[in-house]
Structures are given as structure tokens and as C-alpha cells.
């Protein structure tokens, strides 16, 4: 029978023993869990019971625990028994956060690509991991000052984990069979079980496959670092160049989605995706001055555009939520999901671009209503004022702004 008192699994290769402890570390720190709440084999005090059978534990486990982190790396991608216990998870349509070190998101083949993921060399993004699995276990978070440490600790044993050449094709087809395998083998393949994705449009399947490549692109593009006042040296400029090819490609493949074709969550989903795809067009101009100006005003208000439709879509979604079941679980996924936050930020970037341009007071001042008004949670952790995109009208915009 499944351990009652256990509420996380941790997934991971035996290889990757040191950041799987680290994690482990990290929750009891952030939660005040007992080691008897999360399963790790690799951690004293959370491995199977001494004669425990090791695959029927992990089998009962896997599908019965609330919380399951996948901790991917090249090390759990190449292990056959990882990929069989996500696998599995997968198949139940049950909450699965994987955790991203040394491995980026086009390198994890379906079914888990299909899954959003966070990445461990991020601080912010342990930061978000750990507020997910809050609300998943209805269990609020410690002071944060109990777990800063921990989460540094994570950060650098994720940064530590050394990457390998990429697979071979028939290496990852096998991969990509073998984690099939684990869910029909575990029956959760079968008609009357949850399928992640059942009934999906191809359009929306085809916005899932954007979706990995947003987040790469975007990778490379808060790589960047992007100062509008240094003059980039030519790798940094080729970086520049390549990014703003890649996002005005990624503008065009979201403009030919039919919204008719996507549910309300997707097409929320489809113009968050197209507000920041035209948001790093509009960062990351070169040329004559004339048509980084004319470029940056098109950006701008493609942004400011994407982010009506989300916001018409949210409300409509929110209005129908008490009434209607299906909106309801779309409104509860925005919620969880903060989407109407980064809606927000996406509006005051598109503001501080068209203010960059032309100047004008007043857009600077309403990007600033916008982000002050945001939730005092998400203003801690992601510090949106700090921004390249922001930072220079925020100062701009508190210069001037009227003292109440």
C-alpha cells in the first residue's frame, strides 16, 4: 500500500545522487517536511524501506504520491528506469514538475516535452517550483530566509552536473519507446484512463511545439544581456542577430494559428507566446536608426495587441468560471499558472518600448501603474522593474511621477 504520510517523489539517476539531496534538502527547508514525506532514494532517511520491493514500491508510489519532481539531466535521460517512472506518472495525467539542469527543453523528447519545465540554474525558477508544489499540497511556504541557503545550494550542484554530446537518433527513439512502454504496461494507456492531450487540435498541438521553442529562444535571448547604450562586440551582435530572426519567425508561425481551432486556455496561451516573441523583436533591433524606430513602434504595438486578446480572453474565462465547469478548471490553471501577471508585465514592456521611441510621459507613467499594481508575490520573486525591458522607463516614470 502507498506510504500515507508521503507527499513528494523525486525521480532521478542514481548519478545525479548529490543535486537529488540537495532538492530534497530544499523542500524540508522550505516546507519543515520530515524526511518520511519524500521519497529519494539517494537521501538518509527518505530511501525505500530495507526489504521493500524496489519496483512495486516505485510503481504504487509514483501514481499515489501529489507531488512528483522529474530531475532531468543527461545523466536521468540516458537511464531506461527514470524515463519509466515519469513515463508512468505521465500517463495519469497527475501533477509532474520537471526540473531542468544542464538539459535544455528541445532536448527532452514527448511525451514529457509536452510538460512546462523549470530549470535549476535559475534561482527565480526554484523560487516558482516551490510555490507550485505550495498550492499542489495546500501547504504554505517557510519564512524565506530559512531556505535561501538551500536554494543556492541547489543552483550550484545543478551547475556543477557536467553535459554530454547529444544522443544518437536510435538511442533517444528508444528512450522515447521506452517511457510509451512504462504507461501501457502500467495500463494507464488504455481508453478509460486520463490521456495528457486527449483531443487536442493539431493547431494546439502545433502551439505546444512553439512552446519549446519560445523557451529556448528566450534562453538565449535573457543570455544576451542586452544594453541599448554599450556597443556590442561581434559575438554578442551575432547573438543579437540570431535571436531576432528566431523571434520574428516565431511572431509569423503564431499569427497563422487559427483561434477557432485552440480552447480559451490555448488562445490565452497563443498571445502571451506572441506578446513576448514580439517583445524580443523589439529588443533586439540593429541597423539604421530610422528602422530600429520603425521596428521598435511595429513591436510595440503588436505587443500591446497580443496582450488585449489575452486579457479579453482571461476576462471572458473568469465571467463564465461560476457557470460553467470546463471554464472554471481553465480559470483555476490561470490562476495557478499567473498568467494575468505576466499579461501585465507583457503590456508594460510594449509601453516602454513605444516610450523609448517617442518619449511620451504618459506611456511611461501607465507602464509603472501596471506593474505596481501587480501581485505583491510576483513583484518579489521576478523583480519586473529590474528588467532590461523596464528598468530605464520605471526610472523615468518614478521621476515624474506625481507624490501623493
Not at 534561482?123 to 498550492?135: G, T, Y
Not at 499542489?136 to 517557510?142: A, E, I, S
Not at 523571434?247 to 499569427?255: C, G, I, N, R
Not at 536608426?289 to 513602434?297: K, N, S, V, Y
Request: hydrophobic share 45%; proline share 4%.
Amino acid at each position: 500500500m502507498p506510504d500515507a504520510d508521503l507527499l513528494i517523489f523525486i525521480s532521478h539517476s542514481s548519478k545525479d545522487a548529490e543535486f537529488a539531496c540537495a532538492l530534497a534538502e530544499l523542500l524540508k527547508d522550505s516546507f519543515g517536511l520530515l524526511p518520511r514525506q519524500i521519497l529519494c532514494s539517494s537521501v538518509d532517511g527518505s530511501r525505500l524501506q530495507v526489504g521493500a520491493h524496489t519496483e512495486n514500491v516505485l510503481r504504487e508510489e509514483v501514481i499515489a504520491v501529489k507531488v512528483v519532481i522529474g530531475l532531468i539531466t543527461p545523466n536521468s535521460l540516458a537511464s531506461s528506469f527514470v524515463m519509466f517512472e515519469l513515463g508512468a506518472r505521465w500517463g495519469t495525467g497527475l501533477f509532474l514538475a520537471p526540473l531542468l539542469a544542464r538539459i535544455r527543453a528541445k532536448q527532452v523528447d514527448a511525451p514529457l516535452n509536452l510538460l512546462h519545465a523549470l530549470s535549476a540554474h535559475e534561482e527565480a525558477q526554484l523560487h516558482q517550483l516551490l510555490e507550485n508544489i505550495s498550492k499542489r499540497l495546500d501547504m504554505p511556504l517557510r519564512d524565506v530566509s530559512s531556505y535561501t541557503n538551500s536554494i543556492k545550494n541547489t543552483k550550484a550542484l545543478a551547475d556543477r552536473i557536467r553535459p554530454k554530446r547529444p544522443f544518437p537518433p536510435f538511442l533517444k527513439a528508444a528512450l522515447f519507446l521506452a517511457t510509451y512502454l512504462a504507461c501501457f504496461l502500467l495500463g494507464f494507456l488504455m481508453p478509460s484512463a486520463p490521456k495528457r492531450g486527449q483531443n487536442r487540435t493539431l493547431t494546439e498541438l502545433r502551439l505546444i511545439d512553439l512552446n519549446s521553442e519560445i523557451r529556448d529562444l528566450r534562453a538565449d535571448y535573457e543570455a544576451l544581456h542586452i544594453d541599448p547604450d554599450s556597443k556590442l562586440g561581434v559575438s554578442q551582435l551575432a547573438g543579437k542577430l540570431s535571436v531576432n530572426a528566431g523571434a520574428t519567425q516565431l511572431v509569423k508561425k503564431m499569427l497563422v494559428l487559427n483561434d477557432g481551432d485552440l480552447s480559451s486556455g490555448m488562445k490565452a496561451l497563443k498571445y502571451e507566446h506572441l506578446a513576448y516573441a514580439w517583445a524580443m523583436v523589439g529588443e533586439t533591433q540593429s541597423g539604421p536608426e530610422d528602422q530600429i524606430r520603425a521596428a521598435q513602434l511595429e513591436a510595440s504595438q503588436g505587443i500591446l495587441s497580443a496582450c488585449e486578446n489575452a486579457k479579453t480572453i482571461i476576462a471572458i474565462v473568469q465571467k463564465s468560471a461560476p457557470f460553467d465547469n470546463k471554464a472554471r478548471d481553465t480559470w483555476d490553471w490561470m490562476i495557478k499558472d499567473e498568467i494575468e501577471s505576466r499579461i501585465g508585465r507583457l503590456s508594460a514592456v510594449g509601453l516602454c518600448l513605444r516610450w523609448q521611441v517617442k518619449h511620451n510621459s504618459a506611456d511611461a507613467l501607465e507602464a509603472l501603474n501596471i506593474v505596481e499594481k501587480l501581485p505583491n508575490s510576483y513583484l518579489v520573486r521576478e523583480e519586473p522593474e529590474k528588467s532590461t525591458e523596464l528598468i530605464g522607463c520605471m526610472k523615468s516614470a518614478l521621476s515624474i511621477k506625481p507624490n501623493n
